[in-house]
């Protein structure tokens, strides 16, 4: 499988320079990452949550883990995730449990976290468990538009 087509046409109409790396099928983003011989830290993922304001995308790095109760402080919201089984409805052209960090391409709203922004280069998976994609820092900027960024996710090597 190819780019899912909403990503590929986002990618196109914004004019984003980006790098394919094509591995075996893999299941997890570590697992990706350790396929393309670049660190975990380097990958960007999405998370799906909604409340009664609608759906939010939350861009985090792939090494960290959601804190929920400073999201929901942090943007006066009672999130919560949304289920597996209603993510196929959201990316219908990616495959199963394949959720690109690219919002504006669900036209999703999103909020990004600040640990992200050291990146010289952001590596994700577009929506197929096959590639990863790698764009620089400002390119990845500009696929996320006019994001909110804040600290929201701990690494997962601090938590003990």
Known sequence: MGLPVNIREYLDREHI???TLLHRRT???AQA????????????????????????MAVLPADHVLDFEALCALLRRDLEL?????L???FDDCEPRACPPVAAAYDLDVVVDSA???????????????????????DFRRLLGDAFSGSFSTPVSALH
């Open 17 to 19: 320079a980006y790098d």
């Open 27 to 29: 299941t997890t983003l």
């Open 33 to 56: 990452a350790e396929a393309c011989g670049i660190p975990v830290s380097q990958l960007a993922r999405a998370v799906i949550l909604v409340d009664a304001q609608g759906l939010l």
């Open 82 to 86: 949304v289920p597996g089984n209603q």
């Open 88 to 90: 196929a409805a959201i």
């Open 116 to 138: 992200l922004d050291g990146l010289g280069t952001i590596t994700f998976e577009p929506g197929v468990h096959t590639s990863l994609l790698q764009v620089s820092q400002s």
